[in-house]
């Protein structure tokens, strides 16, 4: 069985600093590993995505994560966050057959 | 707009009432999905179509019922729902192997009362 857990329910930081949001993951195959962000009141946009090649993913607004097979982890990082940044982070592993299972979330609150 | 589109984004309703949510797709995707989003829980996948064929139905209460007459449509069909069935239910689309990445639509909040 595949899970994903996102250990911080909610991370505070200031504009500018950097931030990791942190996800595991538990698969015994090979996996592709996805980070979602949930603005207030809309749907789920796709911010990046794992499924093979380079361990550090680029994605849209700055992001960027690394995936680590020995730690079994998909951390999303960001060098500088922006007030605009204040949303829900919602990390994923493929189940393959068309299933993706999602953490339970990471609100980041960005604050002036 | 995502290219996925649900109606309505609000929706109230009685436990006795009848109603649909709709989920259309502009994206010439082949799979399409329901989740329901609720407070302090992972998003659940209701089902799941593929080809407009369903897939998927981990184990989802009777009285939702989903419909897929083409690729582009979706609808989930609810009928004498309870309070906690209140939520956002999310729709998303596909194509082929979920590696692509879901496009998802920007949710019903629904509040049954």
């Known amino acids: 069985a595949q899970s994903v857990t996102q250990l911080d329910s909610q991370v505070p930081v200031f504009e500018e600093a950097p931030v990791e949001l942190r996800c595991n993951y538990s698969?015994?195959?090979?996996?592709?590993l996805f980070w979602y962000v949930q603005y207030p009141n809309q749907g789920l946009q796709l911010l990046l995505k794992y499924l093979s090649g380079s361990t550090l993913v680029k994605g849209i607004n700055g992001f960027e994560a690394e995936f680590n097979k020995s730690q079994t982890s998909f951390h999303l990082r960001k060098p500088s966050v922006h007030i605009s940044d204040t949303a829900e982070y919602f990390c994923?592993?493929?189940?393959?057959?068309?299933?993706?299972?999602f953490g339970t979330g990471t609100r980041l609150l960005v604050s002036p | 707009e995502t290219g996925v589109t649900q109606t309505p984004r609000h929706l109230v309703m009685g436990m006795t009432n009848k109603k649909s949510l709709k989920c259309e797709q502009h994206l010439g995707h082949n799979a399409m999905y329901w989740y329901k989003q609720s407070a302090k829980k992972p998003l659940e996948l209701m089902f799941v179509y593929s080809l407009e064929e369903r897939v998927e139905n981990n184990s989802v209460p009777s009285r939702f019922s989903p419909e897929c007459p083409n690729s582009s449509h979706l609808f989930l069909h609810l009928h004498t729902l309870q309070p906690e069935d209140s939520a956002l239910y999310l729709c998303a689309s596909s194509q082929g192997d979920s590696n692509y990445g879901y496009t998802f639509g920007s949710g019903t909040r629904l509040t049954v009362v």
């Open positions: 698969s015994s195959v090979s996996v592709y």
């Open positions: 994923a592993v493929d189940l393959g057959f068309q299933k993706l299972v």
